[in-house]
């Protein structure tokens, strides 16, 4: 097929054919359209798939449509389309193609999946640096766009995460609005306003709500979806694709090692000796399913750098729901609700053990998810915490307990966790 004729299929407003989007905007929609408003350099959306990265971009050339943009103005190209396989640089083709047939010099460039053209960085350093259209592109895999990013694109673009769906946002798509609490006082102080929804639709959220696409789907068929369209994609496709040279059917199984150890430290020796690979192997395969998003690791906390980096790290998924999509990965609930918190907070955190363990410390703030009958038990933590690190305010996370107490002169601020992940940690 020619080069012109996958265009205009994937540009079908040059057609005056309407675009169909979602009227419901993700959070990052309104950060990416101030900086696209504000900002010269380009813009690049960062996050795993199915997170809703091609909608924003659809919305946006909606947006910009209803704006009174010339269609003949936007071009829109999908690198995830097997019909560019053959092509050796289709951003750059695509683009001096585009501007031969339409002659146009106001341009409004958007590439989507962009990781999957080895060299995107030059393709679109090339055409940034030759011709100056605004440009938004996004990209599944992390390590890699960031390796392009540092060494061609350093000081040219700017990068916007896109995460699974916040509960918040998970609300939003439920028809429920809620704001958020900028403090814990507030969260205290209002809890009791917010609707009683919120309770029944955690557990959902827990389950089902991280992506988009799955929220108008039966649990057991959302739960496939992911399955297939997203975390075997990712590992049987992405990754081999953009890395090589792996072993796909031991790259699941790490994986599914990973899942299985949420909330738990990974000791990378007996993830190798129960997969019979090197470990460092298992090493590498573990920075893959980190750089494409599926998990993170967090550091044990210390003042060594050195002792940060040879403690075994603890695990989590990108979103809870993930562990739902293998019937074989067996999560129990206060599981699942510590990997929310952790996906909740945003700043680096840490745990820290002792004696005892504490889940995490963000900005010099204890946090620990007591999902249980007795979240008072935390206490005993914080208190042993407190030998090592001078802190004011803790958080316990609990199911159903609001309430602040001061204990040996620290303020503690019991916060279920329906609550904790609609506030902001100060």
């Given at each position: 097929m020619e080069l012109f004729d996958i265009l205009l299929s994937m540009n079908l407003w040059w057609r005056g054919t309407k675009i169909e989007v979602p009227e419901i905007k993700r959070d990052t929609y309104d950060e990416v359209q101030e900086l696209y408003n504000t900002s010269k350099t380009m813009i690049c959306i960062q996050g795993l798939r199915r997170v809703g990265k091609s909608t924003l971009i659809f919305q946006f050339i909606n947006e910009l449509l209803t704006n009174g943009a010339d269609p003949e103005d936007i071009l829109y190209i999908s690198l995830d389309d097997p019909r560019l396989i053959s092509f050796d640089f289709p951003i750059i083709e695509a683009y001096e193609l585009w501007l031969k047939r339409f002659g146009r010099r106001k341009a409004y460039l958007f590439v989507d999946e962009a990781h999957f053209s080895r060299n995107f960085d030059l393709q679109l350093k090339r055409i940034y640096d030759n011709y100056g259209p605004k440009i938004v592109f996004t990209g599944s895999a992390s390590l890699f766009l960031k390796k392009g990013i540092s060494e061609s694109l350093a000081g040219r673009v700017i990068s916007v995460p896109m995460?699974?769906?916040?509960?918040?946002?998970?609300?939003?798509?439920?028809?429920?609005?809620?704001?958020?609490?900028?403090?814990?006082?507030?969260?205290?102080?209002?809890a009791y306003k917010l609707p009683l929804e919120i309770y029944s639709l955690f557990h959902e959220y827990l389950l089902i709500g991280g992506f988009p696409e799955t929220l108008t789907l039966k649990p057991e068929m959302a739960k496939r979806y992911l399955r297939e369209t997203y975390v075997e994609r990712v590992l049987l496709k992405d990754i081999p694709t953009i890395f090589g040279n792996v072993d796909s059917l031991k790259l699941l199984s790490t994986f599914a090692i990973l899942a299985e150890s949420t909330g738990n430290k990974i000791n990378f020796t007996e993830v190798s000796s129960s997969l019979r690979l090197k470990i460092d192997t298992v090493i590498k395969y573990s920075d893959y399913i980190k750089a494409s998003g599926l998990v993170h690791f967090i550091q044990r906390m210390s003042k060594s750098v050195r002792a940060r980096r040879n403690i075994m790290p603890k695990v989590y998924l990108a979103h809870p729901s993930i562990a739902g999509a293998f019937s074989e990965i067996r999560l129990n609930e206060g599981v699942l609700v510590e990997n929310a918190v952790e996906n909740h907070l945003k700043a680096d955190k840490y745990y820290w053990e002792g004696k005892r363990e504490v889940d995490f410390v963000v900005n010099g703030i204890p946090i620990e998810v007591k999902f249980s009958n007795k979240p008072e038990t935390a206490l005993k933590n914080l208190q042993e915490l407190s030998r090592y690190l001078d802190f004011k305010r803790a958080i316990v996370v609990t199911r159903d307990i609001l309430k602040k107490e001061n204990s040996n002169d620290k303020e503690i601020f019991f916060i279920p966790a329906a609550v904790f992940l609609l506030s902001e940690v100060r």
């Open positions: 995460n699974p769906l916040s509960f918040r946002e998970f609300l939003r798509f439920k028809n429920l609005k809620v704001e958020s609490f900028v403090s814990l006082e507030e969260a205290i102080d209002n």
